[in-house]
Each structure stands twice: as structure tokens, then as C-alpha cells.
């Protein structure tokens, strides 16, 4: 029995260890999934359009970006 004595003493170090490596390997892979619905959201051009600028408005600003 001495065998099963030492891999108990090794081994629950050894499952805190996987588990911890499983549980940042689901979180990296869940950053990934997110990181490709934003860059798939970003070049599908999915959201809300900016609002017409008026006449007026889009005059005073040019006026305001060639000084």
C-alpha cells in the first residue's frame, strides 16, 4: 500500500493544479469568444447610426476643423 500512499500525497496537489489549468483555460476561451462577437459586431457594422448632422452644424464645424 505504500505505492497508493504516495500518489495520494502528490496527487491532490496534482488535481488542484488541473483544475486551476482548466479554469483558465475556460476563461481565456470565453475572452476569445467574446473578443470574436466584438470584431465580427465591428465589421458587420452592427449598431446605431450616428444622427444626420444639420445644415448648419455641419458648416460650423468645418468652419472649426480648418483653423
Known amino acids: 500500500?505504500?505505492?497508493a500512499e504516495a500518489v495520494d500525497e502528490g496527487?491532490?496537489?496534482?488535481?488542484?493544479?488541473?483544475n486551476a489549468f482548466a479554469?483558465?483555460?475556460?476563461v481565456y476561451a470565453m475572452s476569445l469568444?467574446?473578443?470574436g462577437a466584438?470584431?465580427?459586431?465591428?465589421a458587420h457594422?452592427?449598431?446605431v447610426?450616428?444622427?444626420?448632422?444639420?445644415?448648419g452644424t455641419a458648416k460650423a464645424t468645418?468652419?472649426?476643423a480648418s483653423r
Do not use: I, K, N, Y
Open 33 to 35: 469568444w467574446d473578443t
Open 62 to 64: 468645418m468652419q472649426g
Open 38 to 42: 466584438a470584431l465580427s459586431e465591428f
Open 11 to 18: 496527487g491532490a496537489a496534482t488535481v488542484m493544479a488541473r
Open 23 to 26: 479554469a483558465a483555460h475556460s
Open 1 to 3: 500500500m505504500q505505492g
Open 45 to 47: 457594422g452592427e449598431g
Open 49 to 55: 447610426p450616428p444622427p444626420p448632422l444639420e445644415a
